[in-house]
């Protein structure tokens, strides 16, 4: 089993920036990819990024790329998600997500083996 808890959402003016913390814990973390999801109102679940077991390899959405940034702390069992340029629609629940699937393989929702319960982030002026 594999408990995940996100914090860090909020409201943000375009343009703004914002950060995501994921808090994980269980056993045998090091097997898991972690990653981000987002859901918008009305959307499906989609992809947003997601970095391997050892931190070093990343994976992005297209939509984010070049603005958002993933991280992982091993020592900490923590995961973060830094959001720049944030735009209306970036706003979302932000879900946090872990897996056993590689970095490109977690892309999709069906890959997560385990989800946090979601943190609000609303782009808004």
């Known amino acids: 089993q594999v408990q995940l808890v996100e914090s860090g959402g909020g409201l943000v003016q375009p343009g703004g920036s914002l950060s995501l913390s994921c808090a994980a814990s269980g056993r045998a973390l090091s097997r898991f990819t972690l990653g981000w999801f987002r859901q918008g109102p009305g959307k499906e679940r989609e992809f947003v990024a997601a970095?391997?077991?050892?931190?070093?390899?990343?994976y992005y959405a297209d939509s984010v790329k070049g603005r958002f940034s993933i991280s992982r702390d091993i020592a900490k069992n923590f995961i973060y998600l830094q959001m720049s340029s944030l735009k209306p629609e970036d706003g979302a629940v932000y879900y946090c997500?872990?897996?056993?699937?590689?970095?490109?393989?977690?892309?999709?929702?069906?890959?997560?083996?385990?989800w946090g319960q979601g943190t609000q982030v609303t782009v808004s002026s």
């Open positions: 997500a872990a897996g056993t699937a590689s970095v490109t393989e977690m892309s999709a929702p069906l890959r997560v083996d385990y």
């Open positions: 970095v391997s077991r050892n931190g070093v390899s990343i």
